[in-house]
């Protein structure tokens, strides 16, 4: 299926309303009174008809009409929503789905008869009105004045809304369209402007008088046309001042300003047919025989990872085949290998679009955990969701769904306050939690906002101190300080409550995230409410790496950590010794020898090279022997005999057969900046 | 720089459509499903001009235009929306709670670049 095209999405969109619309008919058929329900199906019917019209469904469009005008007159409170009237557009809808399977079909008699229910459903004047009609023509006609070859000449004087400006017209761009259409002279009237002490600045008062010669054909629809947005609102004198013989202007040319009304034509689609009269028995039969070929496809979850496993073998034998043809003089093996290269790249992204959830489905379990919070706690509190199409990888969406009920758990529990005192502090009753996603760069942020009494740092440190997690009075920064929070064993709850402080705890939620390569940030305002955001790399799978060797080993930085490579000087190398720092643009930044690290053993390379890396606002700088280059890298967990190991978050298979372990940036990046707390401390 | 268009409508037929139109003529386009999330983009990013549809599920386009020119750095932004002629009582609610102009849905994907060039001027 070819998703570039509107017809195929659109008849996956029909397939999606008709669920939406039946859904809605069925819940009305148990509550004919629901108003949700019925905005909801006239909402359906009227994207349908819409959609429709513009992508050649015209039958669709014409019979959806009557069905959207029906449940219009219900939503408007005209006539009452009856078993009958549900049943009637439930069969219509089998038509509908008819008529978007094969639109150029013989639905025409099946389509009256429908119509005739419809009609009988909510009384005769249900079915009538227009059928939507073929592309508008152009929206103007206007009055033709003779269609003159010469040229003629025209005085317009007019004066936009005061507001105009404030709306969105540009009334430079009205001046630009006018002098487009002949030579003209423009004139502003300055007389209404008002002072300067009581000048609004979007405000608009400057009138215009304009003279213009033009060969239009028809000027006077072209020189209205220009003013289509602002016609009904605005003042407007148009007369023809050319010597010729006088044509019929139909406004009189009165030297002042006087509103017109010149009505655009706007092309009101002629009511073309009338309710068509019953002729045959419904033959719905037809209609339900041939069942709509299913557009989307279920699969089972397994089997996408079985599929996502086999592209990550294809990606690593295709880099196999890239280093071999490299190397080879064989031009068509050259050829192929770089077609491959192409057709892996694009497999391997159709991958990931497959593997991707709107955030949606997980933030939809929220609303039941909210409403039963509430009734425990006693709390009022307001669930908002944002940016639930925001797609991320379903592992993603699976493992966060726990912290994520940490979290709010956490907000309700410990944020947000009790409603008098709320009320007391002047906040509205009804607390607020806020659960947003969405997507930047090569992540996904999501947001859990509460305006509750926010993180009361006093208790976070005492707490931290008591619990041994810092030294009394030790100087830190506030994110430092907020950040204790997701060591283990802390809890600022004063008494522990049902509801936080059962199963994971804020520990787990940092482990968690890390472990999806994320990292949290914090916020916390006192009295206004406290922000967490969990920033996570889009996809699991395969990320894009720098290669890197240290010693004789290969080793992969994930790429969405590097900030920058630069080198390392022998003389920087001598004069940090032991101190392990360097200065980039005014930043101490701490950085490690890899070397050092792995205890590597063999004579470092002349010229060593610095790779910094960050997570959140944190550097650290890491010495390799070489750079070798960007690689994409499907990783692989490490075995269970190795779930210990800090240093590497994965392993990757390179092109050549080897194995190379992934940096785990999150660790490495606490290991420096542990360094240079120890460093600060002793000097 | 050209300018930038944000979409906001809950048919994703009728968002290619216009994205098709408007790409091809060389604008940048921004895509929103309803109301919410056109409000949230809006309010996030820097747009030249928004298109919008008016029948919307969560906010609907009404409202939607109307926070718009509430707030105070949206006032003057073009925001051209999308009719049927079966919504004559909706042009009118849209004009007045502050949009620019109009299309007759169904439109063609010119008059859509047509109209987009008269608001956006020179």
């Known amino acids: ?683 | 720089m050209s300018a930038h268009i944000l979409t906001v409508d809950d048919s994703a037929s009728i968002r290619m459509t216009t994205r098709i139109a408007l790409t091809g003529a060389g604008y940048q386009v921004t895509e929103a499903v309803d109301g919410v999330d056109g409000l949230a983009k809006a309010k996030g990013g820097r747009f030249d001009m928004i298109v919008t549809d008016l029948n919307m599920p969560n906010m609907n386009g009404l409202a939607m235009i109307q926070a718009l020119r509430a707030s105070p750095a949206h006032t003057g932004i073009p925001i051209i929306f999308l009719t049927t002629e079966s919504d004559a009582e909706m042009k009118a609610q849209a004009k007045a709670a502050g949009a620019t102009g109009w299309i007759t849905k169904p439109f063609d994907p010119e008059q859509l670049v047509k109209i987009t060039r008269k608001v956006l001027g020179k």
């Open chain 1, 1 to 683: 299926m070819n998703l570039m095209d509107p017809v195929q999405v659109f008849r996956m969109e029909a397939a999606e309303l008709f669920v939406v619309i039946e859904e809605g008919l069925l819940d009305l058929l148990g509550d004919l009174s629901n108003q949700a329900q019925i905005d909801a199906v006239f909402r359906g019917l009227h994207t349908l008809k819409g959609s429709g019209s513009m992508f050649g469904f015209e039958a669709l469009a014409a019979f959806t009409h009557h069905c959207e005008t029906a449940f219009d007159r219900v939503r408007k409170g005209e006539v009452p929503a009856t078993a009958e009237l549900v049943a009637a557009v439930l069969e219509a809808q089998d038509h509908m789905k008819a008529l978007v399977d094969t639109p150029n079909g013989d639905h025409e008699a099946t389509g009256n008869g429908l119509l005739a229910k419809l009609q009988a459903a909510v009384g005769a004047k249900a079915a009538q009105g227009c059928v939507v009609a073929a592309p508008l023509p152009a929206a103007v006609a206007g009055t033709s004045s003779a269609a003159a070859p010469a040229a003629t000449r025209w005085r317009l004087r007019f004066r936009l809304p005061v507001n105009a400006m404030a709306n969105g017209t540009n009334p430079l761009g009205l001046l630009d369209e006018l002098a487009d259409l002949g030579d003209c002279t423009i004139k502003a009237d300055t007389s209404a402007i008002p002072s300067l002490d009581a000048i609004e600045p979007d405000d608009l008062h400057i009138g215009w008088t304009v003279e213009l010669t033009t060969t239009q054909p028809q000027p006077r629809a072209a020189i209205e046309d220009v003013f289509i947005f602002v016609m009904d609102d605005m003042e407007m004198v148009l007369e023809e001042v050319s010597s010729a013989p006088a044509p019929a202007v139909a406004s009189a040319p009165t030297p002042a300003l006087a509103p017109t009304s010149v009505a655009l034509p706007l092309a009101d689609a002629a009511p073309s047919e009338p309710a068509r009269a019953v002729n045959t028995a419904p033959a719905i039969a037809d209609a339900k025989q041939t069942k709509p070929a299913a557009e989307n496809v279920r699969v089972p979850a397994e089997r996408l990872d079985e599929l996502m496993d086999r592209v990550g073998e294809l990606v690593i034998a295709q880099s196999r085949l890239s280093q071999l043809a490299g190397v080879s003089a064989d031009i068509q093996l050259r050829s192929v290998s770089e077609d491959v290269e192409r057709l892996s790249g694009e497999l391997r992204d159709t991958m990931m679009v497959l593997r991707m959830v709107p955030v949606g489905s997980l933030f939809g379990r929220f609303r039941r955990l909210v409403h039963d919070l509430a009734r425990e706690t006693g709390k009022e509190i307001e669930l908002v969701t944002e940016g639930e199409t925001t797609e991320v990888d379903k592992t993603v969406i699976e493992r966060l769904a726990d912290p994520l009920v940490h979290l709010v758990r956490n907000s309700i529990d410990h944020g947000l306050e009790m409603p008098e005192d709320r009320l007391a502090s002047g906040k509205a009753r009804a607390g607020r939690v806020t659960l947003s996603a969405r997507q930047a760069g090569g992540e996904v942020i999501i947001t859990i906002r509460d305006d509750g009494r926010g993180i009361d740092r006093e208790r976070v440190r005492a707490k931290a101190e008591a619990s041994g997690l810092i030294q009394p009075g030790q100087m830190l920064l506030d994110q430092e300080l907020l950040q204790l929070i997701l060591q283990p064993g802390f809890s600022t709850a004063a008494q522990i409550t049902s509801l936080s402080g059962r199963g994971v705890g804020m520990d787990v939620v940092k482990k968690t995230v890390e472990a999806l390569r994320g990292v949290i940030d914090m916020q916390s305002t006192p009295g206004e409410g406290s922000e967490i955001s969990l920033r996570i790399p889009l996809t699991l799978a395969i990320i894009d790496g720098l290669l890197v060797r240290v010693g004789t080993g290969s080793y992969v930085i994930p790429l969405s950590a590097v900030e920058e490579c630069l080198e390392l000087s022998a003389e920087e190398d001598l004069r940090s010794r032991g101190r392990s720092f360097i200065s980039l643009r005014d930043h101490l930044v701490p950085f490690l020898r890899l070397r050092e690290l792995f205890r590597t053993g063999t004579p470092p390379d002349r010229y060593q090279k610095m790779v910094v890396i960050s997570t959140g606002n944190e550097r650290v700088g890491l010495v390799v022997d070489q750079i070798i280059g960007d690689h994409q890298t499907v990783i692989k967990a490490m075995s269970k005999l190795h779930h210990d190991v800090v240093t590497f978050s994965g392993a990757t298979i390179l092109g050549d057969g080897n194995v190379a372990l992934i940096l785990d940036v999150t660790h490495l990046v606490t290991v420096g900046q542990q360094q240079e707390a120890q460093l600060r401390a002793a000097g």
